[in-house]
């Protein structure tokens, strides 16, 4: 129904930027889309939703004021902006995508084989 691929990770100096996109395909408009990463060795977490209905936006305390996510007007491409990285940003970042989940988009927690998921693309902060 939906499928994801993310392009744009990479390496980095602490403080530099980088910008990340999502391609979303497919027949289904999800409600909720957005951004997680998994840092080495540990779980997976939240880094930023949007609604596509309505735009707004959430973001993990973390990154907030750092990390912009938007999603264009066709709703087939959603970006990260990256900017003032920090070391403890490195991470898989992957973009997922709600598959029939009906509530307010900074409450939803996407499962694996339930909702959307991209390959992940690598992002390494050094210091």
């Known amino acids: 129904q939906v499928q994801l691929a993310e392009s744009g990770g990479g390496s980095v100096q602490a403080g530099g930027s980088l910008r990340l996109s999502c391609v979303v395909s497919g027949d289904y408009i999800s409600n909720c889309m957005g951004w997680f990463r998994q840092p080495p060795g540990k779980g997976r977490e939240g880094v930023a939703v949007?609604?596509?209905?309505?735009?707004?936006?959430h973001y993990v305390d973390s990154v907030a004021g750092r990390f912009t996510v938007s999603l264009n007007s066709a709703k087939n491409m959603m970006h990260l902006q990256m900017n003032s990285l920090k070391p403890e940003d490195t991470a898989s970042y992957f973009c997922a995508a709600d598959i029939g989940y009906g509530g307010e988009c900074a409450e939803w927690s996407p499962k694996a084989g339930l909702d959307a998921w991209g390959q992940g693309t690598s992002v390494t902060v050094s210091s």
């Open positions: 949007i609604s596509t209905d309505h735009g707004r936006t």
